[in-house]
């Protein structure tokens, strides 16, 4: 029997967070060793552990993968997440892809100067309600079911949610003109294993914090502060 998957990555969001979320949403339980020390990350690399010389790493079913959308792609079709067919992947794909680009002024957000985050959070909830959020709204009152595709639970689903958390964590109303995702939220918040993940004690990462920030750049040596989008 194959064993837990094992995470390799910073004890923090970064990119590792959303293949949490998503195998948190498919019930299945994880390892993580977190990287602290210059030395652990040289580890990984001089053993070949890091393909493209990056994290995130995942253990799993024997191998050792990197590249995220790979790994969450991966996943998703592992547990059924992934549509029933081509037509559905392509979907999917889809929106976890707008999701992504959503989710990419989010996530350097923390290595930013404090001129720069001031900007950048006007730029998040401008993307959101006026590019993203309003597609996401049209596909649910358009076919009025209660999932993205297929009217079944999708890692287009999770992702989604994953979104709209980080971004309420910047505007806590932004949701304010959007009612199927007011109702989206409740719903997929409710799913048994989500329920769980967001839990107090889950392996969920809060917002990330000054010695997250300084741990990342530690050991990845970034000695240069991130540009705002």
């Known amino acids: 029997m194959a064993g837990k998957p094992k995470l390799y990555y910073f004890n923090g969001r970064g990119k590792m967070e959303s293949i949490r979320w998503l195998l948190a949403a498919a019930g299945v339980e994880f390892d993580e060793e977190f990287l602290e020390t210059r030395e652990q990350y040289e580890k990984l690399l ?34 059924n997440l992934y549509g029933k067919d081509l037509k559905e992947r392509a979907l999917i794909d889809m929106y976890v892809g707008g999701t992504d680009d959503l989710m990419g002024f989010i996530l350097m957000f923390p290595f930013l100067s404090s001129e720069d985050k001031e900007k950048q959070h006007a730029v998040i909830v401008q993307k959101a309600t006026s590019r ?39 505007k806590s109303d932004v949701l304010s003109g959007f009612p199927q995702l ?48």
């Open 182 to 229: 007011q109702a989206f939220k409740a719903r997929i918040s409710n799913i048994p294993t989500i329920k769980k993940f967001l839990e107090p004690g889950s392996q969920r990462k809060p917002v990330p914090d000054d010695k997250y920030v300084e741990t990342v750049r530690r050991v990845l040596r970034m000695y240069y502060d991130i540009k705002a989008n």
């Open 46 to 79: 001089q053993g070949g552990s890091l393909l493209f010389q990056q994290v995130p790493m995942v253990e799993i079913d024997g191998m050792k993968m990197v590249q995220t959308r790979a790994i969450l792609n991966y996943i998703a079709a592992k547990y």
């Open 132 to 170: 993203y959020f309003p597609v996401y709204e049209k596909v649910l009152r358009d076919h009025k079911q209660d999932f993205l595709v297929g009217n079944s639970f999708s890692w287009a689903d999770v992702h989604l949610l994953e979104a709209i958390l980080m971004v309420e964590e910047k």
